[in-house]
């Protein structure tokens, strides 16, 4: 391989994994809020300027870690290379918003501490979860092949 056509592999992984993350992240955003505005008009969740209660809230944690999962598997299926990498760095970054979040809205009153606390634990987990299951189907495709 020569210098020339080795470099422009690089460019155009990056922007692969670029959209890889950038992917993920629109998953797990719109199924999470799509989520949160579908309880609200259902009548189970108040408005979403209101605080909601510890149950809401417990739910809320639960399907976002689903999601969280997803996103990280959307991640790892379209990263051009090192699925559990992406994924990872995914994660890496969900925890980082998640605690700026957390500290963003800590003395602003608008709901218990652990939720946005465990919004950010969350993260790297699910990431793990969402790129370990890329690479079982990974290792599937490639028995059966």
């Not at 950038?22 to 300027?49: C, E, Q, R, Y």
């Not at 605080?51 to 809320?60: D, F, H, K």
């Amino acid at each position: 391989m020569n210098v020339q056509s080795g470099s422009q592999i690089g460019p155009r992984r990056l922007g692969r994994s670029v959209v890889a993350l950038l992917a993920g992240f629109v998953v797990g955003i719109v199924l999470s809020l799509g989520t949160d505005v579908a309880l609200h008009k259902a009548g189970l969740a108040p408005p979403l300027s209101e605080v909601w209660s510890n149950q809401l809230l417990l739910l809320a944690t639960a399907y976002r870690t689903v999601y969280s999962i997803v996103a990280s598997y959307v991640v790892a299926r379209l990263a051009p290379n090192r699925p559990m990498g992406h994924a990872l760095v995914g994660g890496a970054i969900g925890f980082f918003v998640g605690i700026l979040g957390a500290a963003a809205a800590w003395n602003r009153n608008l709901g218990p501490h652990w939720y946005p606390v465990a919004l950010a634990v969350i993260a790297l987990p699910s990431a793990w979860i969402g790129g370990k299951l890329r690479l079982m189907q990974l290792q599937t495709e490639t028995t059966a092949a």
